[in-house]
């Protein structure tokens, strides 16, 4: 059994002014272009300003992490030439500060040729309430999109055939739209775990090393006297 092809009639002027009736092919409700390809393995382009998840839960305020126990994740440049790293102590940072300092490293190098990594993301959500609320009655509702991240944390890359100079130029003018100091870092620099840098000497080792426990004779010895022994 054939399938049915809807039609629908027009009306066409003829000489004598009559409408005349002509069935035609009603078009298909979705058109698919044929470049169009239905099915791909190519992962979307996900955003780092908003997590994909949406705010269904709130999320608490915490605390940044701070990699104290022999961590030094994220705090040495990876894809990039130059980095952009936090120097002072952990901070919240917001989506709209993050964006305003990559904004601001595109305009100062725009004309050149380069590609900018992010290695921060906003994912978590800070809810506040109106002024003059009293206490009570819930977390607030949400306001914006933040980033907690830790002291010495890289947070842009730069890659490309650019002059250092041009770069430390971007990466200043991006640092000073953002809250916190911040410092430039190139590729191969040791990397830092807490606000210690791994360099002259100072090994991971010693500083995930237990610390001896002295004797007591030897604390002793060490505590200020107010008479001489």
């Not at 901070?91 to 992010?118: D, V």
Request: glycine share 10%; net charge positive.
């Amino acid at each position: 059994m054939k399938p049915r092809i809807p039609l629908f009639s027009i009306g066409l002027p003829s000489l004598n002014g009559v409408l005349v009736p002509r069935l035609m092919h009603r078009p298909p409700l979705c058109t698919f272009p044929k470049t169009r390809r239905l099915f791909s393995t190519t992962p979307s382009i996900l955003d780092w300003l908003a997590p994909k998840r949406g705010h269904g839960k709130k999320t608490r305020k915490g605390r940044p992490r701070v990699p104290t126990g022999g961590s030094t994740r994220g705090t040495t440049v990876v894809w990039g030439d130059y980095g952009l790293r936090m120097r002072d102590h952990d901070r919240r940072i917001s989506a709209a500060q993050l964006a305003s300092g990559m904004e601001t490293i595109k305009k100062r190098l725009r004309g050149l040729k380069y590609r900018l990594y992010t290695r921060v993301c906003a994912s978590t959500g800070v809810y506040t309430s109106g002024n003059e609320v009293r206490m009570g009655k819930g977390k607030g509702s949400f306001d914006y999109w933040a980033s907690r991240v830790a002291v010495s944390k890289i947070l842009f890359e730069l890659k490309g055939d650019l002059h250092e100079q041009i770069v430390r130029d971007a990466f200043r003018l991006a640092g000073n739209k953002l809250p916190g100091l911040y410092e430039f870092v190139r590729k191969g620099d040791p990397p830092v775990m807490g606000i210690t840098k791994l360099v002259e000497g100072v090994t991971l080792e010693d500083m995930i090393r237990t610390r001896v426990k002295l004797p007591a004779e030897a604390t002793v010895a060490r505590l200020p006297a107010t008479s001489p022994p």
